[in-house]
Nanobody, 123 residues
Framework: QVQLVESGGGLVQAGGSLRLSCAASGRTFSNYAMGWFRQAPGKEREFVGNINWNGGNTHYADSVKGRFSISRDNAKNTVYLQMNSLKPEDTAVYYC????????????????WGQGTQVTVSS
């Protein structure tokens, strides 16, 4: 089992920045690729980005490319989502997830999920 706990969400004005953290415990963190997803009210969950086991490879959704960046610190068992130039349409609950097999953009490929953290961007 891997337990994931997100933090760092909140209310921010458009154009602002937030950094989300996802702390992992349980099994060896570096064995897992990590992903970030989000779900806005009334919408389906969508892929935001992911990072491979050692941080050497990242992939982002087109909607966040150039504004968001993912990093990880395996010594701290933590993955981060740095969000810059935030827009009202970024408002959602953000989830981190762990995938044992490989990096994937599909939520079905992830084995463990956090409880989510709310990000609200005001216009």
């Amino acid at each position: 089992q891997v337990q994931l706990v997100e933090s760092g969400g909140g209310l921010v004005q458009a154009g602002g920045s937030l950094r989300l953290s996802c702390a992992a415990s349980g099994r060896t963190f570096s064995n897992y690729a990590m992903g970030w997803f989000r779900q806005a009210p009334g919408k389906e969950r969508e892929f935001v980005g992911n990072i491979n086991w050692n941080g050497g490879n990242t992939h982002y959704a087109d909607s966040v490319k150039g504004r968001f960046s993912i990093s990880r610190d395996n010594a701290k068992n933590t993955v981060y989502l740095q969000m810059n130039s935030l827009k009202p349409e970024d408002t959602a609950v953000y989830y981190c997830a762990a995938a044992y097999s490989s990096t994937t953009t599909s939520g079905a490929g992830y084995d463990y999920w956090g409880q989510g953290t709310q990000v609200t961007v005001s216009s």
